[in-house]
Each structure stands twice: as C-alpha cells, then as structure tokens.
C-alpha cells in the first residue's frame, strides 16, 4: 500500500477542523426560531447565542499565529479542535439561554484558532510551486460546509431537537484529535519574541468593536448612537494598534508583511470577493424562505450546486494557474460570479427552487476561478516563519470582510423594502425589491474586486507559485 505523503496529511487535518468550523457557523441561523422558543427569550438575547461567538473570534483569530509558533502548531491546533469539541457538547447540553452563549464564547476561542494554525500547517506543508494543490484543498471546506449547513440544519430542526445542531460536531471533532495526535508533527518557530500583550487587548477591543457595530448597523441604523461608538471606538482602538504593531520588534500582527504587494492586494481584492460572497448568502436563503415558502432544507438544498460548481471548476483552474497566472484567472472568475449574480435581481414570487439551483452551479463556476488562485497568490512570497502571523492576518481580514459584506448588503435590503413600503407597495412586494437591491449590490461588489484584480494582481509577484511542479521536481 502507497504510503501518504505527509503534506496531505496535513490537508486532511486542516479540512476536518475548517469543515466542523463553518459547518457550525452556518447551521446554528437554522436553529435560532427552535432556541427562541426553547428559552422564551427576546431576539435581543437571542442574538448573543451568534455575536458571543463572533467577538469571541475577533479576540483569538490575531492571536493565535503567535501562539502556534511559540508553543507549536500540532499543540494549538489540538488545543483548538478539543476546545472547539467541548464547548459543542456543552453547548448541547445547555439549559438556559445564557448557558448557552457562554459556551459559544468558549467555542469562539477554539474556532479562533483552528483556521489560522490550520492554515499556517498547510501552507508550510506545501511548497510555493504546489501552493495551487493546496489551495483546491482550502476549496472543500470553505464553500462545501457553507452550502451543507443550511441542509443538516433543516433536516435536524424538522426530524430531531435542536440540540442536535451542536451534538454533529462531536464525531467529527472527535476523529479530528485523534487523527492530528496520531499523524501530525510539531512545529515551532525558533525565534517568536515575548507576546505582545498590548496588541493582544487593542486588537481585541478593535475588532469586537467594529465587527459589533457592523452586526447592529443594519437593524438599529449606521448612526445609531450604539453603531456609533461601538464602530468608532473600534476604529481608534485599531488606528492605535497600527501605530504600535509598526514600532515594536516583535508584533502580535505582523503588519510588515502588507509591504509585499502580492500579499496586500490579493488580501483587498479577498475582502471584495468574500465580503460579496458571504453577504449575497446571506440574503438569499431569507429570499427562498419568506417569499418563495420554502423550508430551511429546501432553501439549503437549492444553494448547494454552487460548491458543486466550485469543485468542479477548482480542478481545471489548478492546471491553469501555472500558466495563465492569478491576475487573468482571478479578474475573469469575479466578472463571471458577478455575471451569474445578475439574473437573482430578476426573480419573482413564483420562482422556481431548480431555477435558483442552475444559477447557483454557474455561481460557483464563476467563483472557482478566482477564490483558489487568490489563496495561492495571497502566500506566495511569505517565507515559513512568516507563516502563521500572515495566517493570522488573513483570518482576521477575512472575517471583517464577511461582516461588513452582509452588513452592507443587508443595510440596501433593508432601506429599499423600507422605502418601498413608504410608497404603498405590499409587504411581498416590498421585500422583492429589497432582495433585488441587495443581489444587485452583491455584482457591483464582484465587478469591483474583478477591476481592482486585473490593475493590481501582478503574475510577476507570485512567480513562486507558477512554477510547474513537473520542473521543480528535478531541482
């Protein structure tokens, strides 16, 4: 029997932690209606069983590189993936409302760590010529657990209890451990530097603030006084951390590596795509479920071509990226994902779930082109010990830009029902126009990440990751 080579190892230890991560992240909205009525509670503390678990992220994901390489990444990722497994079965277990947003902090802390530390593992893993191979890995969970959660959620909150939203974590956390303790080797970094306590509080305060003010902004108004000084405090918590991250020798948050091109602007156009990404799957299980009556299964289902698509798509692109390079591959894929996005502004009430299904597959044909490119791309000139706080900082931006494309998004959803509604339309109406605002948003956002790609991306920057493997192979 061929033995596995160790790098892909690596990639099943990474897929089963981000796999349970956002498979959690998306199935719990399906059980928020369930946990209401379980704990007689008000939306306003309803809403801390999600936001407990989002600020909980924002502390630990600039972190966690940090303590990956002091104390090792098998370590932390361990740490990580039993904390995370815990806090699920806890979770399950909870017998009051705030029970259960205290365990989804204590989830928060191993979520923090797990995409990050997972990340830096893969990445070190793969050298820069197989970065593309990598990348199609990173692929499977990310748009795969999204599409499936919705699914197992509706399925679980129709046939079972709610509880069982958490308990499914439990097996997969629990082959997760044994696999790493069994099959991983440690990794540290022989120079780390002491921890930097100040960036630790700053950045924690700061994006908690703002991530806080982005989840309220769409519901309460940007210039409520709570978005106000959440979302301000936020901002002068992290103008003061960027002041001392830059003059101190050892940062929590490696800001230096933002002085690389290739890393800072497939980073900016990564905040476009995936803020237009997350924000459009926000909306549109909400479209299918209030106007169209389908069931949360239902609506999960009809998304879940997209990561069909995506897969499908990520093996031919991982053979071009060698050749036609990020900039080409990266600009067409979110014109095109823009492009699939059009016709969802043109839905009606009496639209068709297979109809949505089509949309979606070619959505995620688009979408293939540009999001494993840009993980490739993104690490190409980060050197290993680098790796983990450019994991890091990834993360983090790759979180805000999930909130504030769904806060965005939302905000036009919720001002063009709104201002329809003043105009006499009825309430169905109304909200067709809403969802049409938010999707065609949802497109200008793509095509700006696609422009922003095709005078930015530069395939000179990322030459590393073009190398054919077949050449590198005889060096």
Partial sequence: MKRIQYKWLVAIAFVLGQFMEILDTTVINTAIPSLSKEFATTPATMEWVILGYLLSLAIFIPSSGWIGDKYGTKKTFLFALSVFTLASALCGQANSIDQLIIFRVLQGVGGGMLTPVGMAMLYRAFPPEERARASAVLIIPTVIAPALGPVLGGAIIDHTTWRWIFYINLPIGIIGIAFVALFLKEHREPRVGRFDFAGFVLSGLGLSGVL????????????????????????????????????????????????????????????????????????????????????????????????????????????????????????????????????????????????????????????????????????????????????????????????????????????????????????????????????????????????????????????????????????
């Avoid at 060698?322 to 600009?331: C, F, K, N």
């Fill in 212 to 475: 806080y003010a982005l989840s309220q902004a769409p519901e309460h108004g940007w210039l409520s006084s709570t978005v106000l000084l959440t979302g301000l405090g936020g901002l002068v918590m992290l103008a003061i951390l960027i002041k001392v991250e830059t003059s101190i020798a050892e940062p929590m948050l490696a800001l230096r590596l933002y002085k690389d091109r290739i890393f800072r602007n497939a980073n900016l156009t990564n905040t476009l795509s995936y803020g237009a990404f997350i924000g459009f799957y926000f909306l549109l299980p909400q479209f299918m479920q209030t106007l169209l009556g389908a069931s949360a299964m239902k609506s999960g289902l009809a998304t879940f071509p997209q990561a069909i698509g995506v897969i499908v798509m990520s093996r031919f692109v991982g053979r071009w990226y060698h050749t036609v390079g990020p900039r080409r591959l990266i600009s067409f894929g979110l014109l095109a994902a823009g492009s699939a996005t059009i016709p969802f502004a043109f839905l009606n009430l009496n639209s068709s779930l297979v109809t949505i299904g089509a949309l979606m597959f070619l959505r995620g044909c688009g979408m293939a082109f540009a999001f494993m490119p840009l993980q490739a791309a993104t690490y190409a000139n980060i050197e290993a010990p680098d790796t983990g706080r450019a994991s890091s900082i990834n993360s983090t931006q790759r979180q805000t830009s999930a909130a504030l494309g769904v806060a965005i998004l939302a905000t036009i959803f919720i001002s063009r029902t709104n201002h329809l509604l003043d105009s006499g339309a009825s309430t169905d109406t109304a909200k067709l126009g809403g969802f049409h605002a938010g999707f065609i948003a949802s497109v200008a956002i793509f095509y700006l990440g696609s422009v922003f790609a095709f005078f930015k991306i530069k395939d000179s920057d990322a030459a590393r990751t073009m190398q054919p493997r077949a050449k590198t192979a005889t060096v």
